[in-house]
């Protein structure tokens, strides 16, 4: 968001007291504004999980910060299935969804989201079983935890999403207080008495959520309406851009999810704590950018059904400006302040740690470039072009990931992502320029029976 520059010089009169309460005014109005709002839910989202990451880091062995970070990514894997077949969904249909529904609509939601932390909870506890049996030593003492714990913070992001999609930003941001100061003192207590461990922590966090989560239903739970019939239905309907949604995100997290597995495998859990002091540098802008994705969705939607595709079109390039010159700001800072930053936060900074911040913080600008085309096609009902595009860039890092990881070790990785995200970029922009510019057509999955 940029804002004109003043207009007053050295010697010039100040202006009248009016113009200086309308001032006041559209300041306040700004900072009190939907976005400022976003912004400061996802910095308050990220800060705790990297305050959690900061104390395992500083008070437990390199390993169990590693099987830690382990657990998130586990979890991640499990957000992005339900963001993709619910959650996204939803908030793309939302705006074109009769009033007289939209209860309902919300009820079906709530009843998946219920069914699928309960699938989740039980893929763990096999996966828990299975370690233990195997002797796998590592995981054989968090996955049983991790099934438990998973329902709760599952379903607290859930609820976080949801007020996101009725643009509720101040709302998600007060419960996101909420749910982080309960998950910070929890650990904080953890160490205090001398029992700061992996499955300790997995309980407290779950316990933060869960409380957040209970005032969400008990809330919210005259909102909607959950029917047997339509649960079903609406999966159904959603199945179509879900599957689109989860082959292009599920892609996305593999690019993500690569990296840590394959230094695991190779290299050992040390290497991947390694890995993730820097990523979790060049994290901390990235709230920036998360933050505008939570509003992305429901804007997109909102300006197509209401505009169309000029409407549509004049989102997007207000967006590209900002992702584009926002993120080479904060990538410049990451590469500049990284190592200093990094010391602060885990007292701990790899040996070529700078090299690696190069790498990440110019993958950060490459996936920002073209992330609103992303949301673009996908409020076209071309959600299938984003999925192309983020394969082909996936298999390149793949390649590039596992030769480079033997001669550069953690760096190797992290320069992998790069060509990857270039590729991205490329076929992205191609496929978007060639739907924005097509004659006008209704997105099926707008359509509500």
């Not at 929890?186 to 997995?202: A, S």
């Not at 082959?247 to 996305?252: A, K, L, P, V």
């Amino acid at each position: 968001m940029s804002f004109p520059a003043s207009s007053i010089g050295p010697g010039e009169p100040l202006p009248p007291p009016g113009m200086l309460r309308a001032m006041w005014r559209r300041g306040v109005a700004v900072a009190g504004g939907r976005l400022t709002y976003a912004l400061a839910d996802q910095v308050t989202y990220s800060f705790g999980n990297m305050v959690v990451a900061a104390i395992l880091s500083r008070h437990g062995s390199r390993a169990e910060f590693g099987t830690y970070i382990l657990t998130q990514r586990a979890m991640d894997i499990f957000i992005q299935i339900c963001s993709v077949f619910s959650w996204a969904p939803f908030m793309f249909r939302l705006p074109s969804t009769p009033k007289g529904r939209q209860h309902i609509f919300l009820g079906s939601i709530v009843g998946q989201q219920v069914c699928a932390c309960l699938v989740f909870a039980l893929l763990l506890w096999i996966a828990g079983w299975w370690t233990a049996g195997h002797h796998y030593d590592l995981y054989a003492n968090v996955m049983v935890p991790l099934a438990v714990t998973s329902i709760a913070i599952l379903f607290r992001e859930f609820t976080r999403r949801m007020y996101f999609a009725e643009l509720r930003f101040k709302a998600a941001f007060w419960t996101d207080v909420a749910t982080v100061g309960l998950q910070i003192a929890g650990v904080e207590m953890l160490y205090r008495i001398g029992r700061l461990h992996v499955p300790e922590t997995l309980q407290v966090l779950s316990f933060g959520a869960g409380v957040v989560s209970l005032y969400w239903i008990l809330t919210e739970w005259k909102t909607f309406e959950i029917r047997l019939r339509d649960v079903y239905e609406d999966l159904r309907r959603d199945l179509r851009l879900g599957g689109w949604l989860l082959g292009g995100n599920m892609i996305s997290m593999a690019s993500a999810q690569c990296n840590p597995w394959l230094l695991g495998a190779v290299l050992g859990p040390a290497s991947v704590g390694a890995y993730a002091i820097c990523e979790s540098v060049v994290n901390i802008p990235r709230v920036a950018l998360n933050s505008l994705q939570n509003a992305m969705a429901p804007v997109v939607a909102r300006s197509l059904a209401k505009d169309g595709k000029p409407g549509l079109r004049q989102v997007i390039a207000r967006y590209d400006r900002a992702l584009l010159l926002g993120s080479a700001v904060c990538a410049a800072g990451v590469v500049a302040l990284g190592p200093w930053v990094a010391r602060l936060i885990f007292k701990a900074f790899p040996d070529n740690g700078r090299m690696i911040l190069i790498f990440l913080a110019l993958n950060f600008i490459a996936v920002a470039a073209t992330l609103a085309q992303s949301y673009g096609l996908t409020a076209l009902d071309k959600a299938g072009l984003v999925f192309y595009a983020n394969l082909a860039g996936f298999v390149v890092q793949v390649l590039l990931a596992v030769a480079l990881v033997g001669k550069l070790n953690v760096a190797g990785v992290a320069l992998a992502m790069l060509p990857g995200s270039i590729v991205v970029v490329i076929i992205r922009q191609i496929f978007y320029r060639r739907e924005i510019t097509s004659p006008q057509e209704t997105a099926s999955f707008g359509r509500n029976a």
